[in-house]
């Protein structure tokens, strides 16, 4: 199953091609892992199958214990110049897998695996930097589950992978429809979940209120909007409560990855 590569037009090599046209592999029902530390999270703390890897030497003796077991899948070895000529640009860390998304779950099953834990519902987050981060720290707070809107950009894409720390194939998430805010909160509310809207509005209950003056919900659900517009109107009409993180005269809001690494910390029960 371990393979050295001479010539980068080995067709056992197109999967590592146009890395950034995430939306094609998309639709071939793949996915790209980058770097050591998120390829040995897919091959060993993910929920996706990994289908191969591409390792220089280097990464190869890094990952020697994984890729020579008898439940590795195939493992191609290059030169670092001849996998950057493949990839289209330097892979630093000498590192990729091909993972395949396989069944996506519902929102109904990603509810059902939280075990009372907090979740994440986003809408409209279109930045992968930001998506990459909030999965970060989803996994880092124990969450749940999350629930994206189809505003959202792919979880799996390898860039928010990458800066997800591999957060984004342990954390399990799913993808709402297209029906209104309503409609996607009925099932959380049936699970015994309170949903919390962040935003900057200076009448939203203060964060920190939580435990005193306002009691802790048994089962929370933070939403979380777009920088920019936050979240839309239907979404903050939908939700149970509207909450803020307090911040410093003058400072218009949070990034949204901070805000979520925040309220999931205050929440938390780890």
Known sequence: MIQRIEDITDPRLDGYRNLADGGTRRERGTFIAEGRYV???????????????????????????LLEGPDSPPVFILTQPAMNAVAGFDIHRGCLAVGERGPMMTPAEAVAVTRGRPLLLLEGVNNHDNIGSIFRNAGAFDAGAVLIDPGCVDPLYRKAIRVSMG?????????????????????????????????????????????????????IALMLGAEGDGLSGDALSAADAKVRIPIAPGVDSLNVAAAAGIAMHRFAKV
Do not use: N
């Open 167 to 219: 957060g984004s194939l342990r954390v399990p998430f799913a993808e709402f429809g297209t029906e209104d805010w309503k409609a996607r909160l009925g099932p959380l509310r049936e699970a015994g979940y309170t949903t919390l809207a962040l935003t900057p509005d200076p009448d939203a209950i203060d964060i920190r209120a939580f435990g005193s003056s306002h009691p802790t919900p048994e089962r």
């Open 39 to 65: 390829v040995r999270t897919l091959l060993t703390a993910s929920r996706f199958r990994p289908r191969s890897v591409l390792v220089t030497d280097p990464a190869f003796e890094s990952l020697r214990d």
